[in-house]
């Protein structure tokens, strides 16, 4: 058995691709090294971190037995989960038995399709959330005393050093006039007001620059056809950049959304620049309101917090100052890699029985209860077949239709990734219950149910 560690990915994307960079670094400053195994085909910070760490890239587009040969040959496995269909492949399929791994949460849990589904919360194995919202998360308030012992927390950290550099040199003399988006850019994730936020701000006379991907161009035109004006920038290599050219952060999104650590903020915070936001729960758990920056309850408010600090330079100071200082406290990545250190010694020492069993077995139609085993809170699959017939496709649909109806979440469900039916169906494209489920789909949201994605 090799005494290392090893990283299970679905991916590796901006938000982990920074968290575990700044991971690595550490270890390699103490000539440590780690292993990272990429189910996907990796699309960003696959440089830096193979410079850093042992990287297999793309493994289930070959074998799952690699996958386990390497899993098996490790002291303790951390997991980086989210509702990924490669990963939520891997595990019902192949399972965990005897091992000693960790799951460690980047999505929040909070709601579908973003779950951490119970047959994660079951297995027995140590459970770490990347922020206290999840703890929140309906199945994990059912959980009992005993249960609920095998969760934790470590809040998720990229290196700040270069943001904080550029926050404690910030200096301001006039309104506070640019205002920055930073993220995701795409109303799976943001407020479906964002658009009308940013028209009307930008009517007020605010510069408004959006960072990002993937429905920059859509965003835009959304806040054209509102009367305003933006400037897209896509994405960008160095984003510490944008952070120095700007005043104050914007940051609405939608109370539904996927994300925890959120490093935008963190990042933002760091370079000095006072967050807006809405009162969401990860927000919640990184802004103090008043302090480092404000949590809007409803448009309105968002946009006069805005105002606020536009037109009260002492408080943009104060706030400003503030910002750095909590990043400081808050967000260091050596509290992220000593928690995190501390969990894996731990898992190292211990002795117990935990083990995740497949659940595919025997299923025609693994891709479409992957899906379902891994995406609704509850049972909506049938308790007693290992059938794909017992799993209703109406009857998922009716969910996902009542949701849609009830909170207008079509672009959380249509969605080409983040975990939606059109996400797993990219991976199991001969899912004839993904088909049927997704031209249902397409029916609801008007389009054609024939239409090959959205």
């Known amino acids: 058995m090799h005494d290392e560690i090893v990283h299970l990915v679905p991916h590796l994307g901006g938000g982990v691709g920074a968290v575990l960079t700044g991971y690595f670094e550490i270890r390699d400053r103490l000539e440590l090294r780690d292993t990272v195994l990429c189910l996907d085909e990796c699309r960003s910070n696959v440089k830096e971190i193979c410079n850093l760490a042992n990287v297999h890239d793309g493994l289930m587009r070959g074998s799952a037995d690699q996958v386990k040969r390497l899993l098996v040959e490790a002291n303790v496995v951390v997991i980086h989960y989210w509702n990924h269909p490669l990963l939520t492949r891997y595990l019902l399929e192949e399972g965990l038995t005897s091992g000693r791994y960790i799951f460690w949460a980047h999505n929040s849990g909070l709601s579908e399709p973003h779950i951490i589904p119970d047959y994660v919360i079951d297995s027995g194995f140590r459970i770490l959330f990347t922020s206290g919202a999840s703890l929140n998360a309906p199945n994990i308030l059912d959980l ?218 025997g299923f025609r139609d693994s891709g479409f209860a992957a899906f379902v085993y891994s995406s609704f809170f509850g049972n909506i699959h049938g308790e007693s077949s290992n059938c794909a017939a017992d799993i209703d496709v109406n009857l998922v649909f009716e969910k996902i239709e009542a949701t849609i109806k009830e909170s207008g979440t079509d672009r959380i469900w249509t969605s080409p990734t983040k975990s939606s039916p059109f996400h797993y169906l990219n991976y199991f494209p001969e899912s004839d219950g993904l088909n049927e489920l997704c031209k249902l789909i397409r029916g609801l949201c008007g389009q054609p149910r024939n239409s090959g994605s959205f």
């Open 144 to 361: 009992s005393f005993e249960q609920k012992k095998r969760l934790g927390v470590v809040r998720s950290s990229r290196s700040l050093s270069k943001f904080q550099s550029r926050g404690t040199c910030r200096l301001l003399t006039r309104r506070a006039n640019r205002l920055l988006y930073l993220g995701t850019v795409s109303l799976t994730k943001m407020h479906n007001s964002a658009p009308k936020i940013f028209a009307e701000l930008s009517r007020l006379g605010f510069r408004i620059d959006i960072v990002g991907g993937d429905e920059e161009v859509r965003i835009r035109d959304e806040v054209i056809a509102n009367g305003g004006t933006v400037t897209i920038h896509g994405e960008v290599e160095e984003p510490s950049d944008k952070y120095a050219r700007s005043d104050i952060f914007i940051y609405p999104l939608r109370p539904d959304h996927y994300g925890t650590g959120e490093q935008v903020i963190a990042e933002a915070l760091a370079s000095g620049l006072p967050v807006v936001a809405f009162d969401n729960p990860a927000e919640r758990e990184l802004i103090e309101h008043g302090v480092t920056g404000f949590l809007a309850t409803d448009v309105i408010s968002f946009i006069e917090y805005v105002k606020l600090l536009s037109d009260n330079l002492e408080l943009y100071k104060a706030m400003s100052n503030s910002a750095v200082n909590v990043s400081r406290e808050k967000f260091d990545i050596n509290l992220m890699y000593q928690g995190l250190m501390t969990e894996i010694a731990s898992e190292a020492r211990a002795s117990h029985t935990a083990s995740l069993p497949g659940r595919l077995e």
